[in-house]
């Protein structure tokens, strides 16, 4: 008998990311050839729209005109979300960007929204409201969200 080998949780979250990313990725394609069947652009005067990033990443959803405002729930700052996100800017081109971000890390790391921005193909967002959810790891040792807050707003005199 060998022992069996433990893969850690970080490992299994890592790998259940991928297979999701794959999954919204066929659920994508799939989507795209069917606006392409239809030799038609869905929902001409759509002018705004909202939802989770895999979600509309995966709808496939591309525009000859840009929608004015785009609102996106929920991003973190993985590779995936980063290039789903590139994607989802690239394709939809809109001027304003409403998203809900998850930590501090979410705003500016490597794959952070700041970097996302970055991208010759996301330069059409002109406005930008960022809803920033703090997590736990974000705040210093004994500090409440409303400390934060004060700081943030408190003049540095």
């Given amino acids: 008998h060998l022992p069996r080998a ?7 979250q890592k790998r259940s990311e991928t297979e999701i990313s794959r999954s919204l990725a066929r659920i994508r394609r799939d989507n795209l050839t069917a606006l392409q069947d239809a030799e038609r652009e ?12 895999r979600s509309l990443y995966s709808l496939g959803l591309t ?4 929608v004015e405002k785009l609102h996106v ?3 973190s700052s ?3 979300d980063a290039s789903m996100l590139g994607t989802v800017l690239a394709d939809l081109r809109p001027s ?16 952070g929204l700041v970097s996302v921005l970055g991208l010759a193909k996301a330069c059409t967002v002109q406005a930008l409201h960022v809803d920033l959810a703090l997590l736990p790891q974000d705040l ?3 500090a409440s969200p409303e400390d934060l807050a004060e700081a943030m707003v408190s003049s540095p005199n």
């Fill in 63 to 66: 525009r000859t005109r840009p």
């Fill in 6 to 12: 433990r893969t850690s949780i970080r490992d299994r």
């Fill in 78 to 80: 993985t590779m995936h």
């Fill in 42 to 53: 869905t929902w001409p005067e759509l002018s705004e729209l909202s939802g989770d990033l």
């Fill in 140 to 142: 210093p040792c004994n």
């Fill in 96 to 111: 304003c960007l409403a998203i809900r971000v998850k930590g501090l890390a979410a705003l500016d790391s490597g794959d």
């Fill in 73 to 75: 729930r929920d991003y």
